[in-house]
Structures are given as structure tokens and as C-alpha cells.
């Protein structure tokens, strides 16, 4: 404690030395600072998103890129703010930042020789952990800037045939610039709403995730696809990846299958309608994580597409216990949107490349709706940029989109400011009928959400695989007993269910939930 006591009263007075110099300085100073309270409290770098950054830097006067860029082409005068940033990063004791801080310098920066010296390499860049430090990815060598976050790529693709989807993916890639890093670990989110086939559009296609995985595949990168359905129905998100298309394309580029149930948690309080969330660990355990949402109308978001397809990244039915807190509001359907957003912006997808080649119509975002063609591959490294993008194509106002508001107001993109390389056809479609909420549907919604159980008989005792699971810690053990679930501190993730080595763990339903899930089977829906 003394030593932490020390370090941190060494860095508070470089810091204040360093904000002297100017809004350059107190801008880097603050993130670099954000950063070593975090890990004061035994948090990951990767639990900080780049929006806390911007935020940091804007009240020094200065936004994320143009700190990136002013650091990477420092005149000589700045030499000595090296020297001072490195001295605070060994202060956190975290070596690894100050590793790949320096290597990520050591790319541009002309004054080599001292990017050498701190990053310890000798000339020659080194694989880095991209999600371990706050910095932005590089574009073709290049730092990233404002214009290529505001640029999004619409080409043609008629069909899902796989030459012709691999030549549109890889072209919507190239035309936004952006390089998949070599050795990667890549996980790749796409829409598996619920147990559909790809021929009912209500799923992101096989064919586009299987060119992402080509592409990624060619640049020796390992790769995870990973989901977590809408609604529990029997064998859950794992057996509706194989009824999607999904399995099949990971058997073929040996790709980890992961439903989001059978990963660890982690929880987030960065958010501003979800101040408290428990988010899929899989999200910080991979270096390139790839947004592959599908273009559908939502009755309740109006639109889904990147923002809303992250919203996935929440493992089984806390997704719905995240609806239940905002159901009594007035602007429930408005204020969704926040919530959205606070998903998104924790899981911080870094490349979005959307299934727009058949869209759902009228109804959704189930397989209810009318699938439409609007034969287009859309890419961007700004997820909201793309979904900006893809309510244009669709006709439909992107401000009055409750997600898409909400992150322009946030500052995640600019509408007016974007850049569409290639031509964005006109494919109309109808604004989904409303979704109302009402004593009735918010009951049935509720029956809808899996209870935990654990049977005595089939627990072992001394086992506690699911107590080491459980980070809400709402398992217990003691000496005489089998497992016991406190229900008030549950959060429905069924992440105990799908984990548990002896299969001690079922999910029960009501009668109602069994007769819904019934109706959803027959429907296929």
C-alpha cells in the first residue's frame, strides 16, 4: 500500500508538471492518469473504452486523434514529454503499455531512436495486444484521424454466392483503409437473433461471416464467432448457431464456436442509462473484435443494425432483466436507445462490415418480417457511421432512430461530416408497427426469462465450479448442502447452466414461457 501510496504521489507530480506545458501535454497526462487509477483498482486497461478517453482529452482542449497525431509527429521540443510519459507508465508498473505504447510510436515518429530506446525493440515492430492500450488502430501505416472514423464503403452484391460476397466484403475493407492486424485474436459477433435459417433474413448470413473468416484466416489470425440469442429455446444459443449457418463455417476455417453463455463475465459501470452491466468477458479477451450486424426493421429500436446487433454481447436472459428496468418510463422506447449505446460503446467493436444483401421488411427483428433485397455490403470502422449509412439506404431519418440519436448526441459520429465511398441505392422500407408497452405484453416478456435450478441429487458437493462462475456471486456453498442460488443477486445470464461440469443445472420456465416457446418452435420464429 505504501508503494502504491508512493507511485501514485510521484505520478500527481508529473502530472502537474506536464499540464505547465500546455493542452498537448494535459491531454495525454489525464489519459495516461485515467489509466493508472483503474489499475489502482485491479482493473484492465481493456476495461476503459476510447469514448472515456475523448472525454478525458476534450476537457484539456484537444480531441483523441488530434492527440494521436500530435504525439506520433512531435518536433524535437517534445522530446522530453517522452521521457515523462514513459516515466509515468513504469510508475503504474504496467510494462506491457509502456511496450506497446513506444513500439506503436515507433512506426512514424522520425525521431526513432528514442521510440527504440523505450519500447526496447531494435527497429522492428512487434505483434502487439490491440485492445490493451488506449490508442487508436493505424490505417495503412497511417495514424487514424477524424475522416477515417466518418468514412463508410457501400459496394454491390447481389447474391450470397461466396465468390461474389468475398469480392464485396474485401472491397468494402480496402475502400475504408483498414489493414486486419496479422496474428490477430478475432471474434466476430454477427446476428443469431434467435433459431433461424439463413433463409428467413432474420440472421446475419453464413456467406458474410465466412468472408470475414477468409480474410482474417489469410492473415494467420485466430478467430472465435460468438453470439448470444434473443430468447432461451431448447439446446439455447449453441443450437441456433448451427441451425444459423454459423457452425459449419467455423468447422471450416477451425474457428471457435462461442456461445456467450459459456464465457466468463465482466462488469462495466461506464454507461449512462445502464450504470451497472455484465458484458461477455469475450469481448476483452480478443485483439479485433468484428461487428457483423443484419440490416432489419425492430419494433421496439425502429432500426437494427451495428449499434443494436452488440446488444448480444449481454449472455442470455439479462438482456431481458436490462428491458425490465425501463419499462415503467414513459419514453421507454426512446430512452432504449441509451441503453443500447452503452453496450455498444462497452464492447467497442472496431471494424462493422453489415449484411445488407437481403434486409428484413415490415416486422422484426424475429422471422416475421418480409425479406427485401437491397443487395449491398456496407463497412465502416465506426459502427455508427454504417448504421447511419444503412437508414439512408432504407429511407428511413437516422435522428429519429432512438441508438442513432443518442450516440450523435454523445458525439460518436457526425452525420454531417461522414463519407460514403461507393453509391448508396434507395431500397424503401416500411417503419415497423410500434411496440407498445402495456400490463399484458410486459407480463408475457417477463415469462419469457429462465430460472436457474440446481439439482441436489446431480450436485457435487465441494465441486464450487459455479460459484467460480458466477460473478454477480449469486452462488453459495457451505459444507453440508449442494449449491444454493441467491435469486435476488441472479441476473439470469445462464452462464451456470451452460458451464457446469456435471450438468447439476437446469432452467425452468412457466407454463406460459413453455407454451411460448411452443408457439416460437411451430412458427419458427
Known amino acids: 500500500m505504501r508503494n502504491q501510496r508512493s507511485r501514485s504521489k510521484k505520478c500527481f507530480q508529473i502530472e502537474n508538471t506536464l499540464i505547465m506545458h500546455g493542452s498537448f501535454c494535459a491531454a495525454i497526462t489525464i489519459r ?35 492527440v494521436d497525431n500530435t504525439l506520433l509527429h512531435a518536433p524535437p521540443t517534445r ?56 490508442f487508436e488502430f493505424l490505417y495503412n501505416g497511417q495514424p487514424s484521424t477524424e475522416t477515417r472514423h466518418q468514412k463508410v464503403s457501400a459496394v454491390p452484391c447481389g447474391s450470397y454466392t461466396l465468390s461474389e460476397v468475398n469480392a464485396a466484403v474485401k472491397k468494402a475493407i480496402d475502400d475504408i483503409g483498414f489493414i486486419i492486424p496479422k496474428g490477430a485474436r478475432v471474434l466476430i459477433k454477427p446476428n443469431v437473433v434467435a433459431r433461424n435459417t439463413p433463409s428467413q433474413c432474420a440472421t446475419t448470413h453464413p456467406a458474410v461471416v465466412d468472408a470475414l473468416c477468409a480474410l482474417c484466416s489469410e492473415a494467420g489470425c485466430s478467430i472465435t464467432i460468438g453470439d448470444s440469442s434473443a430468447f432461451y429455446q431448447s439446446g439455447g444459443t449453441a443450437r441456433n448457431l448451427v441451425v444459423s449457418g454459423m457452425a459449419s463455417v467455423a468447422k471450416k476455417y477451425n474457428a ?188 408475457l416478456f417477463h415469462e419469457m426469462i429462465m430460472t436457474p435450478v440446481v439439482s441436489k441429487s446431480e450436485c457435487v458437493k465441494g465441486c464450487m465450479q459455479c460459484a467460480t462462475i458466477c460473478k454477480p456471486g449469486a452462488i453459495s456453498f457451505d459444507d453440508r448442502t449442494s449449491a444454493r442460488i441467491d435469486y435476488q443477486r441472479c441476473i439470469r445470464c445462464y452462464c451456470c447452466e451452460e458451464q457446469c461440469p456435471h450438468g447439476a443445472i437446469r432452467l425452468r420456465g412457466s407454463v406460459v414461457n413453455h407454451i411460448i416457446r411452443f408457439i416460437r418452435t411451430i412458427k419458427r420464429i
Open 256 to 443: 471457435r464456436l462461442l456461445p456467450f453463455e459459456k464465457a466468463s463475465l465482466r462488469r462495466v459501470s461506464s454507461g449512462q442509462a445502464l450504470k451497472i452491466l455484465w458484458i461477455t468477458n469475450a469481448v476483452y479477451e480478443h485483439d479485433l473484435i468484428i461487428n457483423v450486424p443484419k440490416l432489419k426493421v425492430h419494433r421496439l429500436a425502429e432500426y437494427s443494425g451495428a449499434i443494436k446487433n452488440m446488444y448480444g454481447c449481454i449472455p442470455g436472459g439479462t438482456k431481458q432483466i436490462y428491458h425490465e428496468l425501463f419499462q415503467y418510463r414513459e419514453d421507454y422506447r426512446d430512452f432504449w436507445g441509451e441503453s443500447l449505446l452503452d453496450v455498444y460503446t462497452a464492447a467497442d467493436p472496431e471494424l462493422t462490415v453489415m449484411d445488407a444483401v437481403y434486409g428484413l421488411d415490415r416486422d422484426g427483428p424475429a422471422a416475421t418480417g418480409t425479406p427485401q433485397k437491397t443487395g449491398t455490403i456496407l463497412a465502416s470502422s465506426n459502427g455508427v457511421v454504417c448504421d447511419i449509412a444503412a437508414c439512408t439506404m432504407i429511407g428511413f431519418d437516422p435522428r429519429k432512430v432512438p441508438a442513432i440519436r443518442a450516440a450523435l448526441e454523445r458525439g460518436s459520429a457526425d452525420d454531417r461530416s461522414m463519407e460514403i465511398v461507393g453509391i448508396l441505392p434507395s431500397v424503401p422500407f416500411n417503419h415497423p408497427h410500434s411496440c407498445k408497452s402495456s400490463a399484458f405484453s410486459d407480463y
Open 32 to 66: 495516461i492518469h485515467s489509466l493508472f487509477q483503474k489499475l489502482f483498482f485491479n482493473r484492465h486497461t481493456a476495461d476503459l473504452n476510447y469514448s472515456e478517453y475523448d472525454r478525458l482529452a476534450l476537457k484539456a482542449g484537444c480531441s483523441l486523434q488530434s
Open 79 to 134: 522530446r522530453m514529454h517522452f521521457e515523462n510519459i514513459r516515466i509515468i507508465i513504469v510508475s503504474m508498473g504496467d510494462h506491457t503499455m509502456k511496450r506497446t505504447f513506444f513500439s506503436r510510436l515507433l512506426r512514424k515518429n522520425p525521431f526513432s531512436s528514442i521510440a527504440k530506446k523505450f519500447s526496447g525493440t531494435t527497429g522492428q515492430t512487434q505483434s502487439l495486444p490491440i485492445r490493451s492500450h488506449p
